[in-house]
Nanobody
Framework: QVQLVESGGGLVQPGGSLRLSCAVS????????MGWYRQAPGKERELVAR??????YYADSVKGRFTISRDNAKNTVYLQMVSLKPEDTAVYYC???????????????WGKGTLVTVSS
C-alpha cells in the first residue's frame, strides 16, 4: 500500500507564510512526478505546482509566491508559500505519480488534504 501524508496547514494572516510537507510511504519502486493541488469551497480542484525530474510548473496565480521542492531520499515534497492571500484559502492535496514495481504502470496517488486558511 501507498500512503501520502500532508502536514503544515493552518491559519495564517494575509501576507504570511506556510510550508506544506507531504511524505510518501509504502511499496514504492519509483516516483516520477509530485505535485500540489487545491480545492476551495465551491470550486473545482486545481493544480497549484508540480515537480518532475527537476522541472517545475506553477499555476499563474501562485508564480513568484510559491516554491515546490522535493527530497528524493525522503520521498517528500514541499510547498513553500509566501505572501499568502485570502484567495489561497483551500484544502491542499498532495499528489504523486509512482510505480510500485518494475513492471507496474505509473499511477496517481493522493493524500487526504490539509486545510490552509488565510484570514485576518
Amino acid at each position: 500500500q501507498v500512503q501520502l501524508v500532508e502536514s503544515g496547514g493552518g491559519l495564517v494572516q494575509p501576507g504570511g507564510s506556510l510550508r506544506l510537507s507531504c511524505a510518501v510511504s509504502g511499496s514504492i519502486f519509483s516516483i516520477s512526478a509530485m505535485g500540489w493541488y487545491r480545492q476551495a469551497p465551491g470550486k473545482e480542484r486545481e493544480l497549484v505546482a508540480r515537480i518532475s525530474y527537476g522541472s517545475t510548473y506553477y499555476a499563474d496565480s501562485v508564480k513568484g509566491r510559491f516554491t515546490i521542492s522535493r527530497d528524493n531520499a525522503k520521498n517528500t515534497v514541499y510547498l513553500q508559500m509566501v505572501s499568502l492571500k485570502p484567495e489561497d484559502t483551500a484544502v491542499y492535496y498532495c499528489n504523486a505519480n509512482l510505480r510500485t514495481g518494475w513492471s507496474s504502470d505509473g499511477m496517481d496517488y493522493w493524500g487526504k488534504g490539509t486545510l490552509v486558511t488565510v484570514s485576518s
